[in-house]
């Protein structure tokens, strides 16, 4: 009965590098959500996916950040040319489909960015 | 633009009393109100939430209180323990996205 599953836990990128972070959702859950985490603050919005399909990405950066869900396999969020501000903890969260339930959000455990 | 505040960013309490944690909220849309907690270097856990209909909630240790009017919910946690110790978040739910507040730090003292 495994949770969220992110890797890397921790990755260490130079400037102008690509960052690729992983997310298995919760088995039996098709919604898969990134947020991000700046020291000392909360948790951020990024973009909400569903299977082959993003259904809101109004927090993610215009350039440089991508995301996919794909048929197969793990969900990735994708950072382009990481500059230093991009260091953050990101969260990938699941839920289940349909209406019940779909308000609580399940995390992993995060992957920690750090860029130099 | 901060709909969700949580404006006390810590919290000591003696172990046995009662913790109460507070949050606001500018946007009477929201559907849900989520409490969280999180330990350093893991991911955030859910705790306990509420439906924006109700106005109390209750799982064991933990109660959210919701005060539509005043756009006010609270998590009372009682009684409390020492592995309580923790960052908590609050989180308001709206169509697939959450929306956090900044985190209070709880510190259960033995």
């Known amino acids: 009965n495994a949770g969220v599953m992110q890797n890397p836990r921790h990755l260490v990128r130079r400037r102008g590098q690509e960052a690729r972070l992983r997310c298995s959702p919760m088995?039996?859950?098709?919604?898969v959500y990134w947020y991000r985490q700046l020291p000392e603050e909360g948790l951020k919005f990024m973009v909400y996916?569903?299977?082959?399909?993003?259904?809101?990405e109004s927090g993610m950066p215009k350039e440089r950040f991508s995301a996919e869900f794909p048929k197969e396999g793990p969900s990735i969020l994708r950072i382009q040319q990481v500059v230093r501000g991009d260091s953050a903890a990101y969260f990938c969260?699941?839920?289940?489909?349909?209406?019940?339930?779909?308000?609580?959000?399940?995390f992993g455990p995060g992957t920690r960015l750090l860029v130099l | 633009d901060q709909q969700v505040k949580q404006n006390s960013p810590s919290l000591s309490v003696q172990e046995g009393r009662i913790s109460i944690l507070n949050c606001d909220y500018t946007?009477?849309?929201?559907?849900?109100f989520l409490w969280y907690k999180k330990y350093p270097a893991e991911g955030p856990t859910f705790l306990i939430s509420?439906?924006?209909?109700?106005d109390k909630n209750e799982d064991g240790r933990f109660t959210v209180f919701l005060n539509k009017s005043a756009k006010h919910l609270s998590l009372h946690i009682v009684p409390s323990q020492p592995g309580d110790s923790a960052v908590y978040f609050c989180?308001?739910?709206?169509?697939?996205?959450?929306?956090f507040g900044q985190g209070t730090t709880l510190q259960v003292k033995p």
């Open positions: 969260a699941s839920s289940p489909a349909g209406l019940a339930g779909e308000e609580t959000q399940y």
């Open positions: 088995k039996g859950h098709s919604h």
């Open positions: 996916l569903q299977k082959e399909n993003i259904i809101d």
């Open positions: 946007n009477s849309m929201f559907d849900y």
């Open positions: 509420i439906s924006s209909i109700k």
């Open positions: 989180a308001a739910y709206k169509t697939g996205k959450l929306i």
